[in-house]
């Protein structure tokens, strides 16, 4: 759900395009094109992005036409990425994990024009020195995990809390009375049955003593180690009662700004794939900007107004 969260607010209800130039259709094509379908395919990427901190994406060329198509490929089948010796941001290709033992190459953007098929990379919470993003969930996975096992383990109580088993005591039993007691009451009776016996029978219930009734602040705590771990506050995760509607406004803050930087992020990669494709198919005049319905903010419903692409 916070990947999608993410998305949701980042998107919203799609992208809105403005082409400095508006007397070339390439960028409506390639946009609309029946193999590509951006409208639909930047939810996809954006969920990418969340989950993996990284988005791979293969342009291939149809050298009839120039148009490109974009295919994704899992970040977790990229194990390595080759750079420029004096120049960590200058990505030359990937190598991608595939049912071949030596895998597969793909060049990056600064391939010679020729090749028809290239790889573009982009990442989030990249650390400086390094070329490989981080998930969002990456500090929250851990605690997901013992969250879940904590759950299962209160399932478990409960289910164990309610059982009980009948302890007969029987006085003075004679030789064989035992046996036969068990015979007659193989069948435990059912619940609200009437149990009429003489003086020499003690019925007892039996129930396990498991004192676990007082365990909510520790589910809580587990749970605000995930939302801060996600940058969202517990109102988000549908725990509504866990702030006023005035404390809730002041807490969404840094969760509205994170969402609206990701959003500026996310807006200049689609932007740079347009501007490769459209350089690639012989266009490099064409720019595009890409914007989104702003991030409402405190419930504020705003909206651009403007007909989107």
Known sequence: RLVSMTTDFVIGSGAILEQEDDTHSFTHDFWHHPLNRLETRIFRWCDELTRSGELFLVLSRNRADGMSYVREVPALLIDRIETDPDDLECELRYHQLTDDTEGRWWPGRHAADSADQIMLHYAVNR???????????????????????????????????????????????????????????????????????????????????????????????????????????????????????????????????????????????????????????????????????????????????????
Request: hydrophobic share 40%.
């Open 127 to 309: 650390p400086v020195g390094d070329v490989r993003g981080t998930s969002d969930l990456a500090q929250i996975v851990p605690w997901l995990e013992r969250y879940t096992l904590w759950l299962e383990d209160r399932v478990r109580i409960n289910r164990y809390k309610g059982a009980y088993l009948w302890h007969v005591k029987i006085d003075g039993a004679l030789p064989g009375q035992l046996e036969a007691k068990r015979a007659q009451y193989a069948r435990v009776p059912a619940p609200g049955s009437l149990i009429v016996t003489d003086g020499r029978e003690t019925w007892q219930a039996v129930q396990p003593q498991i004192n676990a009734d007082d365990v909510e602040a520790d589910g809580r705590a587990i749970r605000l180690m995930i939302a801060a771990g996600a940058g969202v506050p517990l109102h988000f995760l549908a725990e509504g009662e866990s702030a006023t509607r005035a404390t809730a406004r002041e807490m969404g803050t840094a969760t509205y700004r994170h969402f609206s930087h990701r959003q500026y992020v996310f807006a200049h990669i689609i932007q740079d794939v347009i501007a490769v494709a459209a350089a690639r198919a012989g266009y490099p005049q064409i720019r595009v900007k890409v914007r989104f319905e702003p991030v409402p903010a405190e419930g504020d419903e705003r909206s651009t107004g403007k007909e989107k692409a």
